[in-house]
Structures are given as C-alpha cells and as structure tokens.
C-alpha cells in the first residue's frame, strides 16, 4: 500500500515534493493539501486527483478532522513551519519538514520537543546529505583514505541571479518575512559540514553584510522596473534578461513558474510588469545579506570555513577536505537548463594520497531517472528515503532528523549572533 501523503503549502518545493508520487504511485499518493492561493491549490488537486474536501486554503481546516493521511509534508515559507509541525506532531503524522525547521531556535527546539514527545518518523529536508557525491566522500573518510579529518574549506556559489530571485525579489529577502540568509540558504552547508566532519561544532565565529543590493548602487537612469529601465540591457541582474531568456527556449520550470503558474512569453512579461520579480533590485527593501564568510571549531579540534557568496555563477560546491593521510578535492556538479531540459553536469572528485604522492580521480555517478532533479538528485533521494522510512518503519532511513537538524541549526543561529555582535560565539563552555 503506498504511503498517503497530505502537502501543506503548494509551491514550488511542495509540488516538487509531490511529483514524487507521480512517478511512484505504488510507493506514494498525495491525497490532501493546504494552500492559500488558488491557482496553486487547484494545480495540485488536478495533477493528483484529490478530493475536493481535502483541497484546504488553510491547513488548520484539517485538524477538526479524524487522521487521514499517513505523512504529512510541510512546505510553507519559513515563519509558518513551527504551528503545523507540532499540530501534526501530535496528531502522529509522519513528517518531511522543508529546511529550515523554522527562523528561530525556540520554536526549533519546540519542534524538536514535539517529535521527542510523539515519537513521529520526522526528516528536515536536508537533500545534500543524501547526494551521491555526500555519500561516497563519507566512505572515502570511512575507510580511512585521508586518514582524520583536520579541516575543511567549503564554498556554496549561490549566483547571481538566483540570489536576485530568492534574497532580493523573492520569498526570502526581508528577515521579519522569512529568516535571516544563512539560515534560509547555508543551513543546508552548516549540516553539511557537520555530517562530513562528523562531530558537532563548539564554536564559530562570523562576518558578513548587505552590500550591494542597495540604494547607493542604483544606475543613473534606472527605473522601478526592468521593463521600462533605460540601462537594462546593460545590468546583469536584469530580470528581462533573466527569466526571458528561459522563457525564449520554451524553458518554463523552476524557476520561471514561480513568476506564474502558467508560463508563457504573455504571462511571464505580465508578471514583470505587476509582480516582485520584475522591479528593480536595487529600488527595494530587501534587507539579508549578500556575502558571508564563517569559521567552526568542531569537537576533537577539527575546523573548517565556509563562504556564501550571490557574486558568483551558480551551481556546484567547491570543497577541499584536509586529513591526515590525503585531502579530497570535490566540484560539487550542478544542473542547468538546456533545450528546455536540465543537464545535469556530475561531481568530480580528486583525492590526494600523502603515501603514494598520486592524485586519484573518479566521478560518482547517480543513475537514478527522475524528474526531482534538484540539488543533484538530492530532492530525490530525500522523498525516496523518506518514503521508505514510513513504509518500514524505520528511521534508519532518515539522514536528518528533528535532533541531528537542530544541531546543526544551533550552529546557524550562533553564526548569526556572531556576525552581529562581532564575537565567537561558544555553543559549549569555553575552555579556560
């Protein structure tokens, strides 16, 4: 019997999630969702056939009624993940809860409190732990390759023009609305991080600012939007450029539909006109940060760095781990779009051995056909483990649960009160 499935909050990453059972229909049925806008509520009842008394516009609709789904899947923006994930905590639904927990560390650890106290099969959508370069870099380290882990340098290239989408037009460019940037974005790298030096870390210390998607940057000559800006052709963050250029190849996934649930070159440029994503960025009151740079101390005296930077292209990890005996060097792959299809370009990874003085060189290869595409398969494998946790029974299956996640969002949070308070910010005492 496959898995039933309630989705609150059909977005993007809720249909993505969704899609799943599209293709698994024998491991997988979604029979229920909570979404406020209705043009994207009724997309998800007609691709899965709901119900139309389980097609909610809020979520709390959905408590007065006796359990009905086996798992429920949280997708709503940040600030309204905490009250569903203990509601449906209590009610024992399984859980697939998208990162971050939620934008504070109270109601992380309310959450956290909630599975504790239910027992309930709980996964934060972390994907990049259950990417296949993830998993064969923890065999490498396993099997002793490099020996111990001594330090990490980590480098997550948001680029350009998705940090223009999401920080500066999009859902998460205001704090009081979503989450401050690391946790929005780098919370995924902190847990990444912490699953690759496998200890928890101790203390961090972090510098960061908005720097130029600001007032003071503007162009002479530029205009509120890109439709009706003299100097657009010229911007690099033009969102004429960006999304038409998508849109002209007949490319009208993610994340061109989150302009409009129906992309076409009409809709598209009318969403430009009336919508978030076509002004100006630098006319707007987006208020995260744009650059970021943090230092972590682990338990054993391991270390590493990570920048966040929007300045970049996009896509693929670079990261060097140091050891004992070797050091691994990994691209992180990435996907782009081409001829309306993602290609995905594999990870590379390069491992130098102290002993030999060889570089030894494979690409680990995900053969899995799936059109959760994203993160590199990771979307993927994250609902594909999840799945099977419920239908097992077993949390094994789940990389990141409410306690490992909280770990490392500890983490997130004290990185952010460092970067404001200019201070390492101990997570345990202090040694004297």
């Not at 009724?42 to 008394?53: F, G, K, S």
């Not at 023009?161 to 902190?190: P, Q, T």
């Not at 203390?203 to 960061?208: D, H, K, T």
């Not at 050091?327 to 995905?344: A, N, P, Q, R, V």
Request: one cysteine or more; aromatic letters at 10%; a negative charge.
């Amino acid at each position: 019997m496959p898995v039933n499935v309630f989705i609150i909050g059909a977005g993007a990453r809720g249909a993505m999630y969704a899609s799943y059972a599209l293709e698994h229909p024998d491991r997988m049925r979604v029979v229920a969702v909570a979404e406020p806008r209705d043009s994207y509520r009724n997309a998800l009842v007609e691709a899965h056939d709901i119900a139309p008394e389980f097609a909610f516009s809020d979520w709390r609709d959905a408590l007065t009624l006796d359990k009905f789904a086996d798992a429920v899947v949280i997708a709503t923006q940040d600030r309204l993940h905490a009250d569903p994930a203990v509601a449906f905590s209590d009610l024992g639904y399984a859980m697939l809860l998208e990162k971050p927990m939620a934008p504070t560390l109270d109601e992380c650890e309310r959450i956290a409190e909630a599975v504790r106290r239910n027992g309930n099969l709980t996964s934060v959508c972390h994907t990049m732990r259950y990417v296949h370069f993830t998993r064969r870099i923890r065999e490498m380290i396993d099997e002793g390759l490099i020996g111990d882990v001594m330090t990490v340098q980590h480098h997550h290239p948001v680029g350009w023009w998705h940090y223009a989408h999401g920080w500066v037009r999009g859902n998460w460019a205001v704090e009081a609305d979503s989450s401050f940037m690391l946790l929005a974005k780098g919370c995924h790298d902190i847990d990444w991080l912490q699953h690759i030096v496998g200890a928890p870390c101790v203390a961090v210390s972090s510098f960061g600012s908005l720097q130029h998607f600001t007032a003071a940057n503007r162009p002479d000559g530029a205009a509120d939007r890109c439709l009706d800006c003299a100097v657009e052709s010229d911007c690099p963050y033009s969102a004429v450029n960006i999304y038409g250029r998508w849109v002209d190849r007949g490319e009208v996934g993610w994340p061109v539909n989150v302009l409009t649930p129906d992309p076409t070159p009409a809709t598209v440029r009318e969403a430009l006109r009336t919508g978030p994503y076509g002004r100006c960025v630098y006319g707007l009151d987006n208020d995260v940060i744009d650059h970021q740079v943090i230092s972590l101390l682990y338990e054993g005296g391991a270390t590493a760095t990570m920048t966040m930077s929007a300045f970049n292209k996009d896509g693929g990890m670079f990261t060097r781990i140091y050891g004992t005996r070797g050091e691994i060097f990994l691209h992180g792959g990435f996907g782009e779009l081409s001829d309306g299809k993602w290609e995905m370009h594999e990870a590379s990874l390069r491992r130098f051995d102290f002993v030999t003085q060889e570089w030894y060189e494979e690409t680990p290869f995900d053969e899995v056909d799936t059109n959760l595409h994203g993160h590199m398969n990771g979307d993927y494998h994250l609902v594909d483990s999840f799945i099977s946790a419920v239908l097992n029974n077993d949390p094994s299956h789940i990389l990141t649960g409410a306690e490992e996640t909280l770990r490392s969002h500890s983490t997130v949070f004290a990185a952010e009160d460092s970067r404001r308070s200019g201070q390492t910010v101990w997570l345990t005492p202090q040694p004297s």
